[in-house]
């Protein structure tokens, strides 16, 4: 089931403090060392002056003289090594510092600011053991524990550098950097509540910290606190108009809610503030992208670029923006740079792209455990899931941003409402906002309960399919617009499974399962897939046997088709037309002499991007006719029943579009890939016992095209046998449809209540 958006979700784009760096130095201590007066002469009172004032050099060849009197005068060379710590001169510091310390084995001191020096060399870990023994010393040094902390954070040990700040905060409530930093690595650990609360104590102590409120603000919207991080950030504005940071975090937020318009706006504004932030670009073209002003998006992704190239999955959204309005430039680059920043493991490109740019399943796989490792990483915060005894009945939730009219909602609709409620206990959890249209109300019906999560955060929602003893949790999104995967990766129920609206695998530890059939991923081909595979006998991909088809007879001549000419069309979205198919369909025409093609059509600047695209191949741009919106899918179903023949896309097929065509009685023309997205179509056709519509390559999906096009007979026998197949066959039927996927639920849930571990499960055709 195809989608046209890939997923922007709260830490997608770039936060500006994605990392959650301390802004705070660790300090090293300029007390006297030995704590005494400064009444040990004036050479030494003359030291300290200039040490105090600044005057580093100076104050360097004063410790000299003193320690030339004396070679073991620990104070001196701990003093000198500060002068030295100051200036940047870190090796020579850190020598100064053991010299102290062979003077003064005690000197708690000097082991603390040896370790700020470690720190700056990158010595980390023997940073943590100077620190430690300055604790050993000096169980009641607030700055070494808070040094310490920030050693561990760097360690990536970073519950032992909570801990550590903690300590310090237990001498020194009053320890500003201490509670700003704790709330830094609270956030990198995802826990935000608890960080919102080190952030607010920090803004106690210093009401006008505007960093404080920003981070504040990005907790808050990782927990879906939209409102308040919103006034968060305005309070980080308000005492720092030039902020530009924060208006891109504000911006991010408002383009969660939706608020796209006001999203451009913002960080518009931060572009102004700082025309060198690479995430500003970044945020705004994925704003711009939603508004469809795909071609503004793609400037702003280049100027992105220009400035950070190595921004996390930059290039393929560029890559996508392009896609969406059919813009092949550089597209052989961008699929070399592509392939070569995957097989690397790089993070450049979101899933969704790669699906549409290669045929190839192995890259499909990459692109998805990249993601799931930068951005959605198995959570174990909520603990393991305490064994369930079995029912009455299995508890199966839904979880999707789509339940409205979407196409993930109109193919399965029907299912939802034929569940076996005798045996099945259905819950919907719906990301996505409250949609006013009769779909949602329909689905609101369709489920024994629905409940809207959109303003959750990911730890409620994952904790209340656990309270609600959820068995079995569907992942509708995936990778699409709207999905939240860090939900399933904090484990919802004991079972978790992908279906429909991501055409691929997860690549997640999380998901045990994928839904499939024997034409998506034939035997074999499983590793490509981090899921264990449910093999559905017919399609994976469901049907509302229920939907209208309009009765209105449209005439060719008012939907701006010739009336004597055969129409190929395709009503698949801009992003899945790749040159190579554009090639095929250019020779298509060419073969069939008056022919036209029907493209939807969607963006205005790809529409003249293929008509420069059909006359650079000879074909005249006439010969491209786009279809305009219709005022329902009843009668976008009825005017496809104007063409002829539906060619497919390749290596992204079509999914939901093939259905519409097929229920509408247009016979679809499909060439098989090599990977589930690319064999979407040619699953639907087995499901209707039309095996003769798919092909194996691009030579033989041209001929067959040509050859019916060319032999009005042998098409209408296709027509009759779609007629005949449409309400015979396995695919528009619900309810079959409906026993079979409860039939795959039942096997696995056995499975685990037997203590078996998943495996792959085929269901057969009379289950």
Known sequence: MERN????????????????????????????????????????????????????????????????????????????????????????????????????????????????????????????????????????????????????????????????????????????????????????????????????????LSPSFAEAFHRRGISLARMRQFDAALASYDRAIALNANFAAAHVDRANVLQEVRLMDAAVDEYARAIELNPNLPEAYLGLGSALGKLKRHEDAVRSYDRAIALRADLRFLPGMRRYAKMQICDWGD?????????????????????????????????????????????????????????????????????????????????????????????????AFAYGPDADDPMRARLKHAFEHFIDVSQHSDSEVASLARELGIEIAVDLGGFTDGSRARVFAKRTAPLQVGYLGYPGTSGAPYMDYLIADHTLIPQGEERHYSEQIIRLPDSFQPNDASRAISDRVFAREELGLPGGSFVFCCFNRGFKLMPETFDDWMQILKSVEGSVLWLSEGDKTAVANLRQEAARRDVSPERLIFATSVPSMAEHLARQRAAD????????????????????????????????????????LNALDLPELITTTREHYRALAVRLALHPAELQQVRDKLARNRLAAPLFDTARYTRHLESAFSSIYERHQANLPPAHVAIGPQA
């Not at 943590?128 to 700055?143: E, F, I, K």
């Open 331 to 427: 597209l052989a680059s961008d699929r070399h740079n592509l392939s070569a920043g995957l097989e690397a493991r790089q993070a450049i490109s979101a899933p969704l792209p790669v699906l549409a740019l290669f045929d190839s399943a192995h890259l499909h796989e990459l692109a998805a455990r990249v993601w799931v490792r930068e951005l959605c990483p198995p959570d174990d915060s909520l603990g393991a899931i305490a064994y369930r005894p079995r029912g009455a009945r299995i508890r199966i939730g839904y979880f999707s941003a789509d339940f409205r009219t979407h196409p993930v909602s109109l193919l399965s609709a029907g299912v939802f409402e034929a569940h076996d409620r005798s045996k099945f206990e259905i819950s």
């Open 5 to 204: 958006t890939i997923a922007i979700t709260t830490g997608y784009y770039q936060s500006m403090a994605l990392k959650f760096p301390d802004i705070f130095r660790r300090k090293a201590r300029a007390e006297p060392g030995s704590g005494q007066a400064e009444d040990l002469g004036p050479m030494r009172a003359a030291a300290a002056t200039a040490l105090q004032r600044g005057e580093c050099v100076k104050a360097i060849e004063l410790y000299d003289a003193l320690i030339e009197r004396n070679s073991d005068d620990a104070e001196a060379h701990y003093k000198r090594a500060n002068a030295l710590n100051i200036l940047g001169q870190f090796a020579a510091a850190l020598e100064g510092y053991d010299r102290a310390i062979a003077s003064k084995h005690d000197y708690a001191n000097a082991f603390c600011n040896r370790g700020t020096v470690l720190e700056r060399l990158g010595r980390w870990e023997e940073a943590l053991a100077s620190y430690d023994r300055t604790l050993g010393l000096n169980p009641g040094d607030a700055l070494a524990f808070y040094n310490r902390g920030s050693v561990l954070k760097q360690l990536n040990r970073l519950e032992e550098a909570v801990i550590s700040y903690d300590r310090a905060i237990a001498i020194r409530n009053d320890y500003l950097e201490s509670h700003f930093n704790r709330g830094g690595v609270l956030q990198t650990l995802g826990q935000h509540q608890a960080a919102v609360g080190s952030y607010d104590r920090a803004i106690e």
């Open 645 to 684: 023949l539906f060619i497919d896309t390749l290596p992204f097929n079509a999914h939901t579009t093939a259905s519409d065509a097929l229920w509408a009685g247009l016979p679809v023309l499909t060439c098989a890939g090599h990977t589930l997205p690319g064999r979407v179509a040619a699953s639907l």
